[in-house]
């Protein structure tokens, strides 16, 4: 078996290697494993020792976990226990029952995060991620504090506030944001079902334009997108938070705790990358009052939105700031 600190080598040297199409010769993150976690069975990757301080990465959309396929072994080489989760609509995650609704609202996305610590029996976690996974860290840790080491989100507090949904963006950011008005009438649903990777793409590269991916690596993250609840979880989710369509009963609750827009009290690093194309980046202060606890705020150079998969290094270390603490 290769060691899990070499992986990331491996990958690298398949990049480099003459003929190669950025293809490794061993996934880094290892095989998928699944567990049953609330309404979920859960497809996950997990590196380092058991015994190590737990560490949840969670990723974006429309991407996988191989946005943290550098990461993860970063972080495994220096002990912590990595958990790289499918999230809800991705990958080999499944609905354990075909009458649960299929939701992708914020609550939803939030409990999956803690459901799954229950079933992994892992008390308290680091919780880190960007875009829906971020959003899943924030409500998590907002939520439940107390099983929560400390959080790295990407672009800040992600915590949707629905009430105001209406409300204009600069006119920048709503031509980023097309695909969610889209995602709103039928034709959107169309669309994604029959071109969920051109979309997917399309986005890939107005996120991060400064991101030079390959065939093989969007052909890798894309064939998570085949899961069949992945057009039913995304359409929900984006009308939901545009206020278009209705939470489910099971969220309800935490739907209405999130509404008040808890402050974030654990440790917390945020990131912005630079090169974002859909979220600019900011100097952090419009969100102070949403954390309560200590938190620092970090632009990383030409890093787009995918930011754990473009620098890999800064995001590692921002990780590794919060859990070593916990050695």
């Given at each position: 078996?290769v060691?899990q600190?070499?992986?990331i080598?491996m990958y690298?040297?398949g ?9 490794p010769r061993?996934?880094?993150l ?9 309404e979920l069975s859960i497809?996950?990757a997990e ?12 990723h ?6 191989h946005?943290y ?7 495994a080489s ?5 958990i ?10 499944r609905?354990?029952?075909?009458a649960?609704?299929r939701a992708?609202q914020q ?5 999956d995060v ?9 008390p308290?976690a680091?919780l880190?991620?960007?875009d829906?996974g971020?959003?899943a860290?924030?409500?998590?840790a907002a ?8 959080l790295?989100s990407v672009?800040?507090?992600?915590i949707q506030?629905i ?10 950011m709503?031509?980023g944001?097309w695909?969610q008005?889209?995602?709103l009438?039928?034709r959107?649903?169309?669309?994604l079902t029959?071109?969920r990777r051109e979309i997917a793409r399309?986005m890939?590269t107005r996120?991060?334009p400064?991101?030079?991916f390959g065939?093989?690596?969007?052909n890798r993250?894309?064939?998570?997108f085949?899961?069949p609840d ?5 359409i929900h ?5 545009l206020?278009?369509a ?7 609750h935490m ?5 008040a827009r808890p402050?974030i009290?654990?440790?917390t690093?945020?990131l912005?990358g630079?090169?974002?194309?859909v979220?600019p980046?900011t100097?952090g202060?419009?969100?102070?009052t ?7 705020h970090r ?16 995001f590692?270390?921002?990780?590794w700031?919060?859990a070593s603490?916990h050695r």
């Amino acid at each position: 078996m290769v060691p899990q600190a070499a992986y990331i080598h491996m990958y690298r040297a398949g990049r480099r290697a003459a003929g190669k199409l950025e293809i490794p010769r061993q996934d880094p993150l290892g095989s998928i494993q699944q567990i049953e976690a609330g309404e979920l069975s859960i497809g996950y990757a997990e590196l380092g020792p058991k015994d190590g301080i737990p560490v949840l990465l969670l990723h974006g959309w429309p991407y996988d976990i191989h946005s943290y396929e550098e990461v993860a072994p970063m972080l495994a080489s220096r002990g912590c226990r990595v958990i790289v989760p499918h999230l809800r609509g991705h990958g080999t995650t499944r609905f354990l029952n075909d009458a649960t609704p299929r939701a992708g609202q914020q609550a939803a996305v939030g409990n999956d995060v803690i459901a799954l610590m229950n079933a992994l029996e892992i008390p308290r976690a680091v919780l880190a991620g960007y875009d829906w996974g971020g959003r899943a860290a924030c409500v998590a840790a907002a939520l439940w504090p107390d099983r929560c080491i400390g959080l790295v989100s990407v672009n800040g507090y992600l915590i949707q506030d629905i009430a105001k949904a209406s409300r204009p963006l600069p006119a920048r950011m709503e031509a980023g944001f097309w695909y969610q008005y889209y995602f709103l009438t039928e034709r959107g649903h169309a669309g994604l079902t029959a071109n969920r990777r051109e979309i997917a793409r399309l986005m890939w590269t107005r996120n991060s334009p400064e991101w030079n991916f390959g065939d093989a690596v969007f052909n890798r993250s894309a064939a998570a997108f085949d899961n069949p609840d992945y057009v039913d979880v995304t359409i929900h989710s984006y009308r939901h938070r545009l206020g278009f369509a209705k939470g489910f009963p099971l969220y309800e609750h935490m739907e209405q705790r999130l509404a008040a827009r808890p402050v974030i009290a654990v440790p917390t690093i945020t990131l912005d990358g630079a090169a974002d194309g859909v979220v600019p980046a900011t100097d952090g202060k419009s969100a102070m009052t949403l954390f309560s606890g200590e938190r620092q705020h970090r632009v990383v150079p030409r890093a787009g939105h995918n930011l754990p998969q473009e620098d890999p290094s800064a995001f590692a270390a921002a990780v590794w700031e919060l859990a070593s603490r916990h050695r």
